[in-house]
């Protein structure tokens, strides 16, 4: 069984930084494209960022692109998200997906505010 568990969420103010982690179990965890995407309240659930099997390939959409990195550590079974400069429309509840899998964690909430 998959088991993707966020961390990291949390409050912080419009500038900041945050770092999410996504701790994986039920796969193998190397040989699967990983991805974080992100729900706002009444909005549809939208890509942030994918990552490739070897890390060499990412992709992100176009609101977080120059300010999230994502990265993965293998041999932790772990996929990151680094967000910089956050802004109050990055507020929503962010989740981690292995698209192979059709496995989701359950969120973890990120609250961008002054």
């Known amino acids: 069984q998959v088991q993707l568990v966020e961390s990291g969420g949390g409050w912080v103010q419009p500038g900041g930084s945050l770092r999410l982690s996504c701790a994986a179990s039920?796969?193998?965890?190397?040989?699967?494209?990983m991805s974080w995407y992100r729900q706002a309240p009444g909005k549809e659930r939208e890509l942030v960022a994918r990552i490739s099997t070897t890390g060499a390939s990412t992709d992100y959409g176009d609101s977080v692109k120059g300010r999230f990195t994502i990265s993965r550590d293998d041999g932790k079974f772990t996929v990151y998200l680094q967000m910089n400069d956050l802004k109050p429309e990055d507020t929503a509840e962010y989740y981690c997906?292995?698209?192979?899998?059709?496995?989701w964690g359950q969120g973890t909430q990120v609250t961008v505010s002054s």
């Open positions: 997906h292995a698209p192979a899998r059709n496995a």
């Open positions: 039920g796969l193998a965890f190397s040989m699967y494209v």
